[in-house]
């Protein structure tokens, strides 16, 4: 069974603290994704990675920004935080080529107060 | 734009009421659609993946159907465990994938 791990659960941060999201695949998936999910907006695309070192924006990149030095793991980087990204972040993963599905991580709920 | 729309919103069952949920697509190419099921606080669970018109997939009590313009996913005498928000979201082209807003069910016992 493919499995993906994030780091934290829950998380309360400050305005302009910085966050660091980490997730984990035990998959070899080449493809990994992370979205933020919010009541009526379903989930949003904010960076994806076809590889290692490679990123690509998805819908909403802006206050974001990501890193992945290997290929098991996608780093998600909120460099100073603001209210409107209290959301539920999740991480997905996915193997190349085709449409295989996506494989999601637990979710981490962020709270930026 | 490419844009998917999911109804109802909320459903509210009684156990062995069976009913069906909806995915409308608007898509300029379908490369697949997927249906996932998402407990409160939790990620989504992947359920179905369909790829043309006419597809059928089964998975105990539920069925997913395609069409060219939709999707649905029936629920044939539910279970109060079927209670869950389900996802519908389409691939379009290369990584990218469109998700709808959900269906929120409750079964009740």
């Known amino acids: 069974d493919v499995k993906v791990t994030q780091s934290s659960r829950y998380l309360v941060k400050r305005t302009g603290e910085k966050v660091f999201l980490e997730c984990v695949q035990d998959m070899d998936h080449e493809n990994m994704f992370w979205y933020r999910q919010d009541p009526g907006l379903g989930l949003r695309l904010i960076y994806f990675?076809?590889?290692?070192?490679?990123?690509e924006k998805g819908d909403i990149p802006e206050g974001y920004s990501v890193s992945r030095e290997k290929k098991e793991r996608f780093s998600l980087i909120l460099e100073s935080t603001s209210t409107n990204q209290t959301s539920m972040y999740l991480c997905a993963s996915k193997g190349m080529g085709g449409t295989y599905e996506q494989y999601f991580g637990p979710g981490t709920r962020l709270t930026v107060t | 734009e490419d844009q998917v729309t999911q109804s109802p919103e909320a459903l509210r069952l009684q156990e062995g009421e069976s009913s069906s949920l909806n995915c409308s697509y608007t898509v300029s190419g379908l490369r697949g659609l997927f249906w996932y099921r998402q407990d409160p606080g939790k990620g989504p669970e992947f359920l179905f993946t369909?790829?043309?018109a006419g597809e059928e997939k089964e998975k105990e009590r539920l069925k997913a159907t395609l069409t060219k313009k939709e999707s649905f996913l029936h629920i044939t005498a539910p279970k109060p465990e079927d209670s869950a928000t389900y996802l519908c979201a389409v691939q379009v082209y290369g990584q990218n994938f469109v998700f709808g807003p959900g269906t929120r069910l409750s079964v009740l016992p």
């Open positions: 369909l790829y043309s």
């Open positions: 990675s076809y590889d290692v070192k490679m990123k």
